[in-house]
Structures are given as structure tokens and as C-alpha cells.
């Protein structure tokens, strides 16, 4: 079992930066890909980027290539999104996953374990 906690969410003017944190619980973190999705109302969750279990690969969203960046410290057992050049358009409440690693990391229920997930708002 892996239990995620998400923080570092927060309102912040367009071209801002953030950095999400992912804190997880168990021993087994480095085992497990890790992804951060986000959800907007009325819309499904949205994948935004993953990362492979020994941190070696990374994947991301077109709509956040080349301004957001995963990463994570196993020794830590945290994982990160670190968000540059926000734009208003990445509103949403922003949820750390981790699961198995699978090439359909796009696809939600491919991960087994979620965090509750963090607010973030870009004002214009």
C-alpha cells in the first residue's frame, strides 16, 4: 500500500511558478511510477506527466511540455511537479498517482493509489 499526499498548490498570476510536492507513505514508493493528473469541473482527469520508477524516463502532456518538470527522491519518498510560465488554462485541482508501470501512462485507472489532491489557480 502507498498513500499519497499532495501539497504546495495555491493561487498564482499568470507566468508564475509553482512546485506540487507528493509525499508518500510506505516503503515501497521507488517500486511505483509516479504521474500527476489534474481535473477541472465537469471535465475527466486529465494526464499531465509521469515519471518511471528509478526517476530515468519522464513523459509529459503536450499542453505542459517544456514548462512543467517531474521528478522524484526515493530516499524522500516524494515526487514533484515543478510548474513554470502558468497559464490560466492550468487551473485545476492537480492529483499525485502511482502505480505499476504501463505505456498507457495517460490512462487514469493505470495507477492503483491517488492523493487527494492540491488547488491550483492562475489568475489572469
Known amino acids: 500500500q502507498v498513500q499519497l499526499v499532495e501539497s504546495g498548490g495555491g493561487l498564482v498570476q499568470a507566468g508564475g511558478s509553482l512546485r506540487l510536492s507528493c509525499a508518500a507513505s510506505g516503503r515501497t514508493f521507488g517500486n511505483y511510477a509516479m504521474g500527476w493528473f489534474r481535473q477541472t469541473p465537469g471535465k475527466e482527469r486529465e494526464f499531465v506527466a509521469t515519471?518511471?520508477?528509478?526517476?530515468?524516463?519522464?513523459y509529459y502532456a503536450d499542453s505542459v511540455s517544456g514548462r512543467f518538470t517531474i521528478s522524484r527522491d526515493n530516499a524522500k519518498n516524494r515526487g514533484y511537479l515543478q510548474m513554470n510560465s502558468l497559464k490560466p488554462e492550468d487551473t485545476a485541482v492537480y492529483y499525485c498517482?502511482?502505480?505499476?508501470?504501463?505505456?498507457?501512462?495517460?490512462?487514469?485507472?493505470?495507477?492503483?493509489?491517488w492523493g487527494q489532491g492540491t488547488r491550483v489557480t492562475v489568475s489572469s
Open positions: 498517482a502511482a502505480g505499476r508501470w504501463s505505456y498507457d501512462y495517460k490512462v487514469d485507472k493505470k495507477y492503483d493509489y
Open positions: 515519471i518511471t520508477w528509478d526517476g530515468g524516463s519522464t
